[in-house]
């Protein structure tokens, strides 16, 4: 089944402790990204990435950082949360830009809370 | 820099009711694409559809139809006979592609708008 995985699901941790959420996709797409999704602000974009070892800022990326080692894999890390970053995370993938910008894969979210 | 808005915050309609959502876009680019995604109360975002800023055909689909123009940067889509599964948060999304698209090259970013939730009252 064609998806994009994410884990943990939710997570609760303290201020200024390192931490990674995985998203992993089975679809060979070449875009990847990660958006927050916060009450009243909609979906922002983090991060993005076009292919292996390439990546670009977002919107809101400060705070936050990310490495594509791997086609299918985008792991966003927090090296120090702050509670500001508490937040709904959602990871996403598509196709890449050559035939025309594709409709995004949603993971389905990863709940963060930062104390 | 491009832009999203959905004005309607949240509207609520009765069952078998039609209702419109508005999106209304900002962009200096002449190619870009316009989204619409689904987020039930279950969380999850759904694709709806896709429409790139050459193609201005309004689009069908079952009930779901949009409307598309590119004289006053609106994507608008509306529900007709709407259904109590309809209620969720419904998102606008633009997405400019810089630099131009050159033999498979091309880098592009995705906004959003800030949604509008739809309450189908039973």
């Known amino acids: 089944e064609a998806q994009v995985t994410q884990n943990p699901r939710y997570l609760i941790t303290v201020t200024g402790k390192k931490l990674t959420v995985t998203c992993s996709q089975n679809m060979n797409h070449e875009y990847m990204s990660w958006y927050r999704q916060d009450p009243g602000l909609g979906l922002r974009q983090i991060y993005y990435s076009m292919n292996v070892e390439v990546t670009d800022k977002g919107d809101v990326p400060e705070g936050y950082k990310v490495s594509r080692k791997e086609k299918r894999n985008f792991p966003l890390i927090l090296e120090s949360p702050s509670p500001n970053q508490t937040s709904l995370y959602f990871c996403?993938?598509?196709?890449?830009?050559?035939?025309?910008?594709?409709?995004?894969?949603f993971g389905p979210g990863t709940r963060l809370t930062v104390t | 820099a491009q832009k999203v808005t959905q004005a309607q915050t949240e509207i609520s309609v009765v069952e078998k009711e039609d209702v419109t959502l508005d999106c209304v876009y900002e962009t200096r680019d002449t190619t870009y694409y316009l989204f619409w995604y689904k987020q039930p109360p279950s969380g999850e975002l759904v694709f709806l559809i896709r429409?790139?800023?050459?193609?201005?055909q309004n689009e069908i689909s079952g009930r779901y139809s949009w409307n598309f123009q590119k004289s006053t940067s609106s994507f608008n889509f509306t529900i007709t006979a709407s259904q109590v599964v309809d209620s969720a948060v419904y998102f606008c999304?633009?997405?400019?592609?810089?630099?131009?698209?050159?033999?498979?090259?091309?880098?592009?970013?995705?906004?959003f708008g800030k949604g509008t939730k739809l309450s189908v009252i039973p």
């Open positions: 429409r790139n800023s050459f193609d201005e």
């Open positions: 999304a633009l997405s400019e592609v810089f630099p131009p698209v050159y033999s498979g090259a091309g880098s592009y970013q995705l906004t």
């Open positions: 996403a993938s598509s196709l890449g830009a050559g035939t025309g910008i594709h409709e995004q894969y």
